[in-house]
């Protein structure tokens, strides 16, 4: 098996795992960017649109309220469960970001949020955006923006660094921060059939608001993946330590009786030739 695979597979098994926690922890923060993706992509009435990586579906019932006409993928079983649960009317079903089951410009608008950093091939997701798109069809998705514009991001960065030990055998994926670059992030959407010259490439920052100082340690441990795949293969003392970091780079942001974390993403829009 090739550590792509691997990826995947791990990917997907922990997405199932933890596919009714995401509701309750993330989408809170990930749903926050989902106005700006779609006012970039310019998705309106009429269009039909593919929300790749689904998850509950909450791009899927945005571009719905918009008019457009959604169909929601993603590759967990269980988060398309959610999705059709959470959306009746809206069409989800199970299919691979790599090679999607649908013909050629199928297409007006592709959208992924945050998508793209679970997927073993993040090119090749891109490449597959574009032969489901219409000529002149617009692809757009969000990534995380580096650390060094993403507060939130960095706290649990620098705890990991300080007291991980990143040698537990998690099989290699995507840089976290994917596309970090926007020049690196122009020339995989040309490699992928876009036309570079038209991408647009904004960083948006948003509050995520946490009640307590230990939630996001237990975000990160108990509703991720990648992370917490490597919390759970830590001593209990590296782990104890990574807490206390990540709670005390969380206190400066207390506001009342709660934290707010700034968290920025890159907003990227691309339309095919």
């Known amino acids: 098996m090739t550590a792509q695979d691997e990826f995947a597979r791990f990917e997907q098994e922990g997405w199932q795992r933890v596919a009714d926690k995401y509701d309750s922890v ?9 106005p700006s993706l779609l006012g970039e992509a310019s998705v309106s009435a009429g269009m039909l649109a593919l929300d790749v990586a689904c998850g509950p579906g909450y791009v899927s019932a945005a571009a719905k309220q918009l008019g457009a006409v959604p169909t929601g993928i993603d590759f967990s079983e269980k988060m398309v469960a959610i999705a059709k649960r959470m959306f009746p009317e809206i069409r989800f079903r199970q299919d691979d970001a790599h090679d999607l089951q649908f013909e050629d410009g199928s297409f007006d608008r592709v959208l992924m949020n945050f998508g793209l950093l679970h ?26 923006a580096g650390p060094e514009q993403n507060p939130g991001g960095k706290i649990v960065d620098d705890a990991i660094e300080a007291y991980a030990n990143l040698d537990v055998g998690v099989p290699e994926g995507p840089p976290k921060y994917l596309y970090g670059e926007r020049e690196e ?38 509703a991720g993946v990648r992370t917490a795949g490597i919390l759970a293969r830590q ?36 339309s095919k030739n």
Request: net charge positive.
């Open 185 to 222: 992030c122009r020339q995989v959407l040309k490699r992928a059939g876009f036309d570079g010259t038209s991408m647009s490439y904004e960083t948006r920052t948003v509050e995520w608001r946490l009640p307590d100082a230990g939630s996001y340690f237990e975000a990160e441990r108990n």
């Open 235 to 270: 001593s209990p003392e590296a782990l104890e330590a990574i807490r206390i970091a990540l709670e005390n780079g969380i206190k400066q942001y207390a506001r009342g009786n709660e934290f707010v974390l700034p968290m920025a993403a890159n907003v990227i829009v691309v």
């Open 26 to 34: 993330w989408s809170s923060l990930t749903r926050q960017f989902i």
């Open 119 to 144: 997927v073993s091939h993040p090119e090749k997701a891109c490449t597959e955006a574009c032969r489901v798109l219409k000529q002149g069809g617009k692809f757009g998705f969000t990534v995380w």
